[in-house]
């Protein structure tokens, strides 16, 4: 029991006095509060009286309010810690299920060896090898398989050798001059090289033609019947600075009698006669394309196993892909009209330049995007840079079994298809139009 102080008892009349001194033991026995009267003018005695009448009721009604609300803040105080307890345990269980869901993925992230555990994946392990297809797409010719077997590994060597040009010091020039004027870098010899000796340990060929070689090689003592034309390191200007290059092969049967000595005769034939023909294209990946004469298949080495593995059929977009036209355009001042007009319509039609500067870069890119690649015929060199037997030819055989068109726009008073051309010397030239139908229909169009 707490003593009313008399601080705090109100200055009121004895009856006001006696109901809040009732009202007091009544509500809680706190001290009852009183308002400060304003310093206002005097109330009349009749306000005074209702004053004093209702002053202790409000308070009463304020205590028991208080009171209240007490009460509650103290039951609220009572359950906040449940609360808090609560909301802790419910965060907690979201982590937790977040944690089991990161857990399951995880466990789920693919890995190369998934689909030897799981049954519907196994299409992915069996990736056919090049080696594999090699065998079921020579139908038995054990010769063309030895032969398209010396490709392959040429290629893996050539791989090799670039991945390392760096540290081992093959970047630069060797200090000659290959057969068409142009200055031999150590890359373009070791590439020629691993080319004439896996083609010769075939076994099967019999004449080899190389960019880098000056005179057919009659291979002695070799009747086989093949006969391979290439460029072991196409892309020159790119060599030493681990841009894209690629080797470009073309394979003829020979026409002399086979046991006999081969004969240049035995290549110098048209695109038309030859039997298969591919590049490999040593870029961010190393890929193999190759033609038999039916569709083109696209191949990309795996690093790891050393084997290149069947990645898809090449097949180019027939309404054309997307607009791109990859040519060297700082040659434009020496172009032939035709070719001058066509560039400022790609220009004004809204396609995109793309030109790396190696053949089998921007042809790949050509056959799997769409455009068109040209390197035509101009004022100066008027059959154009390429080389018919090992950079025309293959490329244009390529691309016409991938469902584009390859010309050589106006060449020699007329417009002929690349294969038709029946090439002189073996390092002959041709202009070269080549992607998407849609394209080269519109230069040749300009020129006729
Ligand atoms: P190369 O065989 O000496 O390397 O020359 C052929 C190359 C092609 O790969 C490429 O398309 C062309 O030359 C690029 O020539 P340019 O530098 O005149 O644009
Ligand atoms: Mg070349």
Redesign the pocket.
């Known amino acids: 029991m707490r003593i009313l102080s008399m601080r705090s008892w109100p200055s009121t009349r004895a009856s006001t006095k006696k109901k809040v001194i009732q009202s007091y033991w009544e509500e809680d026995c706190s001290p009852v509060k009183t308002k400060k009267k304003k310093a206002k003018g005097k109330a009349s005695p009749e306000k005074k009286e209702v004053q004093a009448d209702a002053e202790p009721k409000a308070k009463a009604k304020g205590k028991a309010k208080e009171k209240k609300e007490a009460t509650e803040k103290a039951t609220d105080k009572k359950a906040e810690p449940s609360r808090q307890h609560d909301r802790k345990q419910k965060i907690v269980k979201e982590l937790e299920s977040k944690i089991q869901d990161l857990k399951k993925k995880m466990a789920k992230a693919p890995s190369e060896f998934d689909p030897y555990l799981n049954p519907d994946l196994q299409q992915r392990v069996n990736r056919e090898t090049l080696t594999q297809y090699i065998i079921t797409s020579t139908k038995g010719d054990q010769q063309l398989a030895m032969l398209m077997n010396s490709i392959q590994h040429a290629s893996k060597v050539v791989s090799n050798a670039i991945e390392k040009a760096g540290p081992a010091g093959l970047y630069g020039l060797a200090g000659q001059e290959n057969a ?1 004027g ?1 200055d031999v870098k150590k890359l373009d010899i070791i590439s020629n090289d691993i080319w004439i000796e896996c083609l010769q340990r075939s076994g099967v060929c019999c004449v080899l033609v190389s ?1 880098e070689n000056e005179e057919p090689i009659v291979i002695e003592g070799q009747t086989g019947p093949f006969c391979v034309a290439f ?1 072991p390191l ?4 790119n060599i030493d600075c681990n841009v894209s290059v690629g080797s470009i092969f073309s394979i003829y049967r020979r026409s002399s009698p086979s046991g006999a000595k081969a004969e240049v005769a035995d290549i110098l034939k048209p695109g038309k006669e030859m039997i298969a023909a591919g590049y490999t294209m040593y870029g961010a990946a190393t890929e193999l394309v190759i033609t038999y004469g039916s569709g083109v298949q696209r191949f990309a080495l795996d690093p790891a196993l050393g084997e290149f593995l069947y990645v898809a059929d090449l097949k180019m977009d027939p309404k054309g892909g997307k607009k791109i036209y990859s040519c ?1 355009e ?2 434009s001042l020496q172009w032939d009209k035709p070719i001058v007009d066509f560039v400022e319509n790609c220009k004004d039609t809204g396609y995109a330049a793309r ?1 790396v ?4 870069s ?1 042809v790949h890119r050509t056959l799997l995007y769409g455009g068109i690649y040209l ?1 035509p015929a101009d004022k100066k060199s008027t059959k154009g ?3 018919v037997l090992y ?1 025309g030819f293959p490329m244009a055989l390529i691309t016409e079994k991938a469902g584009g068109v390859a010309s050589t726009g106006m060449f020699k008073g007329s417009i002929q298809r690349v294969l038709d051309v029946i090439p002189e010397q073996i390092h002959d030239k041709c202009p070269i139009i080549m992607g998407a139908a849609r394209d080269v229909d519109a230069v040749l169009k300009l020129s006729g």
């Open positions: 068409t142009d960019e460029d196409d892309g020159s200007s060297n700082g040659n030109y500067g190696s053949m089998v921007d390197y840079k390429l080389r950079e």
